[in-house]
Antibody, heavy 118, light 106 residues
């Protein structure tokens, strides 16, 4: 059974940093594209970053230059380093498993909440 | 970036009704279109990929159609557990983009 378990969320001050993790199990992690998708309170879904099996990375304009996605295939773990956080980054952050090298998010974790506030 | 326009943004229906949600892409995306269901306080759940392929375990009351720029999700015989918010997403190219969502209410 595929499982994705996000962690690392919390309360951070504007301008601060957080590092999110997503521990994956139940599939061959190294073979799949992975993504981070966020959802601000009461809002829709926003894809923010993706990484392909060969570690090509992609970012939404809203986070480019501030967030960095990475993966550790030996530990089946996905990361998102978030710097220069603002109130607009307050959201529930989901980790999603792609269908092989595709963007299609076939499985999702339960999310980790990031709150940016002073 | 490819823009996804979903309509309606909300709809009211009764148990037993059939409803259709539409999604339009700002440019052709072949059949690289997925539909997701999200219930309050829960993570999104994948229903359909490649415009019409049901994911494992998804009941056949859900169906998708379309190709290119225009797509639809149809839900037949609505049951209480189907009342949720539905999102489309194109995944042809980066960045993958979501529609704004359709809230299906009783």
């Amino acid at each position: 059974e595929v499982q994705l378990l996000e962690s690392g969320g919390g309360l951070v001050q504007p301008g601060g940093s957080l590092r999110l993790s997503c521990a994956a199990s139940g599939f061959s992690f190294s073979r799949n594209a992975m993504s981070w998708v966020r959802q601000a309170p009461g809002k829709g879904l926003e894809w923010i970053s993706g990484i392909r099996p060969r570690a090509d990375t992609y970012y939404a304009d809203s986070v480019k230059g501030r967030f960095t996605i990475s993966r550790d295939n030996s530990k089946s773990t996905l990361f998102l380093q978030m710097n220069s956080l603002t109130a607009e980054d307050t959201a529930l952050y989901y980790c999603a498993k792609g269908q092989e090298d595709s963007n299609y998010a076939e499985c999702w974790g339960q999310g980790t909440l990031v709150t940016v506030s002073s | 970036d490819i823009q996804m326009t979903q309509s309606p943004s909300s709809l009211s229906a009764s148990v037993g009704d059939s409803v259709t949600i539409t999604c339009r892409a700002s440019q052709g995306i072949r059949n690289s279109l997925a539909w997701f269901q999200q219930k309050p306080g829960k993570a999104p759940k994948s229903l359909i990929s490649a415009a019409f392929t049901l994911q494992s375990g998804v009941p056949s009351k859900f169906s998708g159609s379309g190709s290119g720029t225009d797509f639809t999700l149809t839900i037949n015989s609505l049951q209480p557990e189907d009342f949720a918010t539905y999102y489309c997403q194109q995944y042809l190219s980066y960045p993958p983009t979501f529609g704004g969502g359709t809230k299906v209410e009783i």
